[in-house]
């Protein structure tokens, strides 16, 4: 079974710019989470989607989105682009959306914002 | 959301045991604790979970307080491939949101 893939992995950006990032879930899988790594924060949690509808949201602001298709592909969508934006963005696949179900990591793309 | 804590790193030798330590005085009575570890330069992977009793897998164990408030995790063997950051996780029952922490850095020595 193939596992989660992220696309693009790598991606220059400069200030003021939008990006996109792309998620592939395991086959079957219907939850999607974003998370950012970042050396200064860790891993922090963006958001999580299940059935195209977005369930929780961490603590980022207005200028982050995503969603997710009826495939269970997901985007994630940065506008205004600022330096500290840069990090590695990791996606997540599971099953379902519950505490029980282990998550599937992506290698991630990494973000640089010059 | 409940904190865990962890020592910041652990060094252990190879082919040993390993036991890395857990603190979640916060937890609540539907919180699970997951284990997750990332190798260098790749995203986490999940190690084992458990809710009130203790668990084994193929990977390894994950032994519980009774009071839940602590919980370890333990290699049976390590072996030079189980470097990595070792996190611990309470995972809420809504579901979804892996709250981490800033993790175990674990070196093994040959």
């Known amino acids: 079974k193939a596992g989660v893939t992220q696309t693009p992995r790598y991606l220059i950006k400069t200030r003021g710019q939008q990006v996109t990032l792309s998620c592939s879930p395991i086959?079957?899988?219907?939850?999607v989470s974003w998370y950012q790594q970042t050396p200064g924060q860790g891993l922090q949690f963006l958001f999580e989607?299940?059935?195209?509808?977005?369930?929780n949201k961490g603590n980022f602001p207005g200028r982050f989105s995503g969603r997710q298709f009826s495939n269970s592909r997901s985007e994630m969508n940065v506008s205004t682009l600022e330096l500290g934006d840069s990090a590695l963005y990791l996606c997540?696949?599971?099953?379902?959306?519950?505490?029980?179900?282990?998550?599937?990591f992506g290698p991630g793309t990494r973000l640089t914002v010059l | 959301d409940a904190k865990t804590t962890q020592p910041n790193s652990m060094e252990s030798n190879e082919e040993e045991p390993v036991h890395l330590p857990c603190n979640h005085s916060?937890?609540?009575?539907?919180?699970?604790i997951h284990w997750y570890r990332q190798l260098p330069s790749q995203g986490p992977e999940y190690v084992i979970h458990?809710?009130?009793s203790n668990v084994n897998n193929r990977m390894a164990s994950l032994a519980i307080a009774e009071d839940r408030k602590s919980s370890t995790l333990i290699l049976h063997r390590a072996t030079l491939r189980d470097a990595a950051v070792y996190y611990c996780?309470?995972?809420?029952?809504?579901?979804?949101?892996?709250?981490f922490g800033q993790g175990t850095e674990l070196s093994v020595k040959p």
């Open positions: 458990g809710l009130t």
């Open positions: 086959s079957g899988h219907r939850s």
């Open positions: 989607y299940f059935s195209e509808t977005q369930r």
């Open positions: 997540a696949s599971s099953l379902y959306i519950d505490s029980y179900n282990e998550q599937f």
């Open positions: 996780i309470l995972y809420d029952n809504q579901g979804g949101k892996l709250i």
């Open positions: 916060t937890i609540s009575g539907t919180d699970y």
